[in-house]
């Protein structure tokens, strides 16, 4: 039975996302953007902090490196010092024994390389090797390149020759006893240590003599130096660039001239570390990275029965949860997309508005569950006998509808209905049960003639179907612009009815009830009756209706309940009739309705005799019983009216507190042309005499019926025969004479019937 609805709702669920959607990438995508910049981040964090360890790393070794070559250079000066005479007269000793001194103290140290000894006159007094493989013109090729320091040492210029750096602080004035000093240059295309140390002074002159030992940075230097501080692959490359991942380290002087450079492979702290902390970054990285997977993984599925859900609460509140037809929701959204394609050009649709007839019997008679099930062969019928595209509705109750792609013309659309009626129409086996309904049906077609909105569309459709209703059940109408002057009667009727209700513009009319022989009145009937002001006397057969649709059928019957009660204060002994409407009879407060109502006018309740209908009964029997006791305690009599139409039920007959049967006016009419409605007559009066029970009949009109009445045993009737309904004055005015009333046969009756 849900198929059907499935494969009609198929297009608007798969419209619906399954998988992520909008709200899902808002939360991931942010997530992601976070976690790769926490990546970058750590990522630059660690780079830029290896990076400036090997920074700290090389401006270390540079330090360390500069102060190796500044301590060899002290070393130097603090031995030739420690070799020459340090007093004044240092500087007027023989040069031969100054020779035998500076000498000796050369040939015990042997990490210098060239001794020189210059004058006053900055001219070489005395030179010596320390190798003697060295060849002796080195010391006069090598002097020139020392002349510029030497005049500087000596005072004649004050800045520092080029290409020379010093390694010993400045002095403050440039003077003979200034004390040594240490310098780094080139001798002979090689960078070299020069120390100098001043050889005391010459009374009067203040240019001594100085005594320089040249000690080249040499490969042994370099391997030493490199040794003991850790750098590998430290050699001099003059001014070549380093090569791999060599640096190249530049000595300059104080012009920015570059002296000489050096090169070796630096420690990388930073790298290491980096190198180290890497495979744990990675396997950190790699945990993050199934973490997330896992997050977006139970996301997705989070997302996807979070869809699901989604998707099954919206077929929930869109669907019948008794049939699994779409809803009033679903059908009403389903309409708005119909009318709106239409009026953009698409092909007509109609709206077939379907009401089950004498469902609420079956529901009230065989249980609820018989009518659950009822609901759901109707659906599997009506699925089948329309289109696989149209769509098929249940509104609520025993309320239908379908929204269907045909032709406006009429022959089309009462070919649909009928085929819509046949199917529902035909019985139904449930349960043991076999049951036939009926199905009313209201169209409105929808073309680019048609105005208004959904809910128009299903006003008019409504307004069909009560036409269809009216018109006989089991049938259809198509909606016209006739029926909105019904409509729009109806609505005036309702409106004018309500004011004289509250005006008091209402009259009551009393129909005389008599004994069997007809030559007493023994109870009048209350009768509503409506003198409008401008259309004259309105028929109970046009207002009634409508009071019972629109509610107001309580208000009428409680107010007709009244005008009897103290109309009939005037006929002492005489019992007044009131018919009770199945809407009144339910209302909560009924009983203490009467009670107020009797209570005010003063009225005897022995006298007063409600009329009920089998329908007040159907699916009310335990309250009707309730109800009916408490008015049966407080005197009022109580008659089942209309009986034989109904489901003539013995069981209200034998459980419910009646005083009176009335046999309907059908059978009182067909007796005298058919057999069996004069069976009925005889089987209802047995039936009420047996259980001790008045029998009414209602509908004499003829001197024949009459007597056959008579004969079968009816205790009273009632018709034109005896009495149209008359006003109070008139009913006073019978009973004052009751020997000038005579019958009223053949067709005098007729016509007052008409």
Request: aromatic share 6%.
């Given at each position: 039975m849900s198929s059907v609805a499935l494969r009609l709702d198929q297009p608007r669920e798969s419209s619906k996302p399954t998988g992520w959607d909008r709200a899902h990438l808002g939360v991931v995508v942010p997530l992601c953007v976070v976690v790769a910049v926490a990546i970058v981040c750590i990522v630059v964090a660690a780079l830029t902090s290896a990076q400036r360890a090997d920074e700290v790393a090389l401006e270390r070794e540079k330090h360390l490196f500069i102060k190796s070559i500044a301590n060899r250079a002290e070393w130097s000066m603090r031995k030739l010092s420690a070799a020459v005479p340090a007093d004044e007269?240092?500087?007027?000793?023989?040069?031969?024994?100054?020779?035998?001194r500076v000498g000796a103290w050369h040939k015990t140290v042997m990490d210098h390389d060239i001794l020189v000894v210059a004058d006053s006159a900055d001219q070489m007094a005395y030179s010596e090797v320390q190798r003697p493989s060295d060849p002796p013109h080195w010391t006069e090729a090598a002097f020139p390149e020392l002349t510029p320091l030497i005049e500087h040492l000596q005072g004649h210029w004050s800045e520092l020759p080029a290409r020379s750096i010093r390694l010993t602080p400045r002095p403050a004035a440039y003077q003979a006893l200034n004390g040594s000093a240490a310098f780094v240059l080139t001798v002979r295309g090689k960078p070299a240590i020069v120390a100098a140390v001043p050889l005391g002074t010459i009374a009067g002159r203040n240019h001594p003599r100085i005594a320089l030992v040249v000690m080249f940075i040499d490969h042994a230097l370099l391997a030493d130096i490199g040794g003991r501080l850790g750098l590998a692959g430290l050699h001099n490359t003059g001014l070549e660039a380093a090569t791999g991942t060599d640096v190249r380290f530049d000595l300059a002087d104080h012009r920015d001239q570059i002296v000489t450079s050096f090169t070796w492979t630096p420690q990388r702290p930073g790298a290491e570390v980096l190198h180290s902390v890497i495979p744990f970054i990675g396997i950190a990285f790699a945990g993050f990275a199934i973490l997330a997977g896992m997050v977006l993984r139970y996301m997705r599925r989070t997302a996807a029965t979070?869809?699901?859900?989604?998707?099954?609460?919206?077929?929930?509140?869109?669907?019948?949860?008794?049939?699994?037809?779409?809803?009033?929701?679903?059908?009403?959204?389903?309409?708005?997309?119909?009318?709106?394609?239409?009026?953009?050009?698409?092909?007509?649709a109609a709206v077939f508005y379907i009401d089950l007839d004498h469902f609420k019997d079956v529901n009230d008679t065989l249980?609820?569950?018989?009518?659950?099930?009822?609901?759901?062969?109707?659906?599997?019928?009506?699925?089948?006998?329309m289109?696989?595209?149209?769509?098929v509705a249940r509104l609520g109750g025993d309320e239908f509808a379908v929204i269907t792609s045909a032709s406006s013309d009429r022959a089309s659309l009462d070919l649909i209905a009928g085929r819509i009626i046949s199917t529902l129409c035909a019985p139904y086996s449930i349960s043991g049960h076999t049951i036939v309904i009926g199905a009313s049906i209201g169209i409105a077609v929808i073309d680019h003639r048609s105005e208004g909105e959904a809910a128009d569309v299903m006003r008019y459709a409504n307004m069909a179907l009560y036409r269809a209703k009216n018109e006989g059940r089991s049938r259809a109408c198509i909606y016209d612009?006739?029926?909105?002057?019904?409509?729009?009667?109806?609505?005036?009727?309702?409106?004018?009815?309500?004011?004289?209700?509250k005006n008091d513009e209402l009259s009551v009319l009393y129909q005389p009830i008599v004994n069997a022989s007809g030559d007493k009145v023994v109870e009048v009937e209350a009768l509503a009756r409506w003198p409008h002001p401008e259309r004259g006397l309105i028929s109970p057969c046009e207002f009634i209706p409508i009071a019972e649709h629109s509610g107001l059928i309580v208000e009428l019957g409680t107010y007709v309940l009244r005008k009897a009660c103290l109309d009939a204060k005037a006929w002492p002994g005489m019992t007044v009739a009131v018919n009770v409407s199945p809407l009144q009879f339910r209302q909560l407060d009924f009983v203490k309705v009467v009670e107020r109502i009797l209570d005010e006018t003063g009225f005897d309740p022995a006298l007063l005799e409600l009329e009920l209908t089998e329908s007040t009964l159907l699916g009310n029997l335990e309250s009707a019983d309730a109800a009916m006791r408490r008015l049966k305690a407080?005197?009022?009599?109580?008659?089942?009216?209309?009986?034989?139409?109904?489901?003539?039920?013995?069981?209200?007959?034998?459980?419910?507190?009646?005083?009176?049967?009335?046999?309907?006016?059908?059978?009182?009419?067909?007796?005298?042309?058919?057999?069996?409605?004069?069976?009925?007559?005889?089987?209802?009066?047995?039936?009420?005499?047996?259980?001790?029970m008045k029998v009414t009949a209602e509908g004499v009109e003829t001197a024949e019926q009459h007597l056959f009445l008579r004969a079968a045993g009816v205790h009273y009737m009632q018709g034109f025969r005896f009495g149209v309904p008359s006003t109070p004055a008139e009913v006073s005015a019978r009973l004052a004479t009751p020997g000038v009333y005579r019958s009223i046969e053949g067709d005098a009756a007729a016509a007052l019937a008409s």
């Amino acid at each position: 039975m849900s198929s059907v609805a499935l494969r009609l709702d198929q297009p608007r669920e798969s419209s619906k996302p399954t998988g992520w959607d909008r709200a899902h990438l808002g939360v991931v995508v942010p997530l992601c953007v976070v976690v790769a910049v926490a990546i970058v981040c750590i990522v630059v964090a660690a780079l830029t902090s290896a990076q400036r360890a090997d920074e700290v790393a090389l401006e270390r070794e540079k330090h360390l490196f500069i102060k190796s070559i500044a301590n060899r250079a002290e070393w130097s000066m603090r031995k030739l010092s420690a070799a020459v005479p340090a007093d004044e007269d240092a500087g007027n000793l023989d040069m031969k024994v100054l020779q035998q001194r500076v000498g000796a103290w050369h040939k015990t140290v042997m990490d210098h390389d060239i001794l020189v000894v210059a004058d006053s006159a900055d001219q070489m007094a005395y030179s010596e090797v320390q190798r003697p493989s060295d060849p002796p013109h080195w010391t006069e090729a090598a002097f020139p390149e020392l002349t510029p320091l030497i005049e500087h040492l000596q005072g004649h210029w004050s800045e520092l020759p080029a290409r020379s750096i010093r390694l010993t602080p400045r002095p403050a004035a440039y003077q003979a006893l200034n004390g040594s000093a240490a310098f780094v240059l080139t001798v002979r295309g090689k960078p070299a240590i020069v120390a100098a140390v001043p050889l005391g002074t010459i009374a009067g002159r203040n240019h001594p003599r100085i005594a320089l030992v040249v000690m080249f940075i040499d490969h042994a230097l370099l391997a030493d130096i490199g040794g003991r501080l850790g750098l590998a692959g430290l050699h001099n490359t003059g001014l070549e660039a380093a090569t791999g991942t060599d640096v190249r380290f530049d000595l300059a002087d104080h012009r920015d001239q570059i002296v000489t450079s050096f090169t070796w492979t630096p420690q990388r702290p930073g790298a290491e570390v980096l190198h180290s902390v890497i495979p744990f970054i990675g396997i950190a990285f790699a945990g993050f990275a199934i973490l997330a997977g896992m997050v977006l993984r139970y996301m997705r599925r989070t997302a996807a029965t979070i869809a699901a859900g989604e998707n099954r609460l919206r077929y929930l509140a869109l669907h019948d949860p008794l049939c699994g037809l779409p809803n009033r929701i679903f059908f009403g959204e389903r309409l708005e997309a119909t009318i709106a394609d239409v009026k953009g050009g698409g092909s007509p649709a109609a709206v077939f508005y379907i009401d089950l007839d004498h469902f609420k019997d079956v529901n009230d008679t065989l249980g609820h569950h018989i009518g659950d099930e009822l609901i759901r062969n109707v659906t599997l019928r009506l699925s089948r006998t329309m289109r696989g595209n149209d769509l098929v509705a249940r509104l609520g109750g025993d309320e239908f509808a379908v929204i269907t792609s045909a032709s406006s013309d009429r022959a089309s659309l009462d070919l649909i209905a009928g085929r819509i009626i046949s199917t529902l129409c035909a019985p139904y086996s449930i349960s043991g049960h076999t049951i036939v309904i009926g199905a009313s049906i209201g169209i409105a077609v929808i073309d680019h003639r048609s105005e208004g909105e959904a809910a128009d569309v299903m006003r008019y459709a409504n307004m069909a179907l009560y036409r269809a209703k009216n018109e006989g059940r089991s049938r259809a109408c198509i909606y016209d612009t006739v029926m909105d002057a019904d409509l729009s009667n109806r609505k005036r009727v309702e409106q004018d009815l309500r004011d004289a209700i509250k005006n008091d513009e209402l009259s009551v009319l009393y129909q005389p009830i008599v004994n069997a022989s007809g030559d007493k009145v023994v109870e009048v009937e209350a009768l509503a009756r409506w003198p409008h002001p401008e259309r004259g006397l309105i028929s109970p057969c046009e207002f009634i209706p409508i009071a019972e649709h629109s509610g107001l059928i309580v208000e009428l019957g409680t107010y007709v309940l009244r005008k009897a009660c103290l109309d009939a204060k005037a006929w002492p002994g005489m019992t007044v009739a009131v018919n009770v409407s199945p809407l009144q009879f339910r209302q909560l407060d009924f009983v203490k309705v009467v009670e107020r109502i009797l209570d005010e006018t003063g009225f005897d309740p022995a006298l007063l005799e409600l009329e009920l209908t089998e329908s007040t009964l159907l699916g009310n029997l335990e309250s009707a019983d309730a109800a009916m006791r408490r008015l049966k305690a407080l005197g009022v009599r109580l008659a089942l009216d209309d009986f034989g139409t109904g489901y003539s039920s013995l069981l209200y007959l034998r459980r419910l507190p009646f005083d009176k049967l009335k046999i309907d006016r059908s059978f009182v009419l067909s007796i005298e042309k058919a057999a069996d409605a004069a069976a009925i007559v005889h089987a209802i009066v047995s039936l009420g005499r047996g259980l001790g029970m008045k029998v009414t009949a209602e509908g004499v009109e003829t001197a024949e019926q009459h007597l056959f009445l008579r004969a079968a045993g009816v205790h009273y009737m009632q018709g034109f025969r005896f009495g149209v309904p008359s006003t109070p004055a008139e009913v006073s005015a019978r009973l004052a004479t009751p020997g000038v009333y005579r019958s009223i046969e053949g067709d005098a009756a007729a016509a007052l019937a008409s």
